[in-house]
């Protein structure tokens, strides 16, 4: 099995996440890109996942919020900046309930093999946002989604 | 005469800028935020500037460009994350040169007894991207415009 490598050094307003899946780069794009997708491997188990918006294009929207099982929600929303491809995708980032701690992120997709290689880079404007970031069980979250997704791509995989 | 305050810490993607102004804060979101002020005090005094567009909306497109002496372009663009205020502007970045070397900026004015501190801060994916910042004459560039922003925002108040 895989394992999703988290790094977030002291002083460094950043957190780099990365992990191999046995999948085309194709469908991690799709997964990353399509509304029907997102919620089927995004965000911790206990959370349910209603994308509100998802506009793939340079200047596109995009929202999505994770309801708990009392059915309060946590929304995010940002922007594409460029086009999303299979090779990059570049998003702002904002959670509703800390307004104005906006983040930058991309996601990069190398393939080599049949393995791609999933790069999550997300830079932070203070390394206050960057532990806030890691304290809310972002990390937990992704490393939870990370599994997820690779279940669904796998499948997806072999189903193709 | 105030100066202008670069941090650039080794290791760290990041850039700071402080400066401050014997000007109020609306002056200074003027001169960011207005297609006609903007050439008056962005970049070196060797080049001309042309604002191509000037969205200042959440999602709204900038680009500008910026002319040598022979009519050679160096032309940046980039999203508005969240609608402009006088208190905050946040901006995605790329120099057309270096596609793909996205950034993040925000610029935020501090008023406080006609003083306003205008703070700077660049985030980038890599250190190497930042030094690239850096490198191509950014800072200079940088100090060049704050004092020329200064000059203009100076003019302004006592005109009003």
Redesign the interface.
């Known amino acids: 099995m895989t394992e999703t490598r988290v790094t977030a050094e002291p ?4 957190v780099v996440i990365v992990r191999e899946f046995r999948a085309p780069r194709e469908l991690l794009f799709r997964a990353y890109t399509e509304p029907d997708l997102v919620p089927r491997w995004l965000g911790p188990a206990n959370l349910t996942l209603t994308v509100n918006q998802l506009d793939p294009r ?2 596109g ?1 995009w929202r999505w919020t994770h309801y708990d099982t009392n059915g309060r929600g946590y929304a995010f929303h ?2 594409y ?2 086009t999303p491809t299979p090779e ?1 995708i ?1 998003q ?1 980032y ?1 959670f509703d309930r800390q307004p ?1 701690v ?3 992120n ?1 996601i990069t997709f190398e393939e080599r093999d049949g393995i791609t290689t999933l790069t999550q ?1 997300t ?4 390394v206050e946002d960057r532990d806030l970031y890691v304290r809310d069980g972002m990390e937990r979250g992704i490393r939870a989604s990370m599994e997820q997704l690779d279940a669904l791509v796998t499948r997806m995989a072999e189903e193709a």
């Open positions: 002083g460094v307003p950043q340079h200047g929207r940002g922007l900046h460029g990059r570049v702002t904002e104005g906006v983040y930058l991309t880079n830079v932070f404007f203070t």
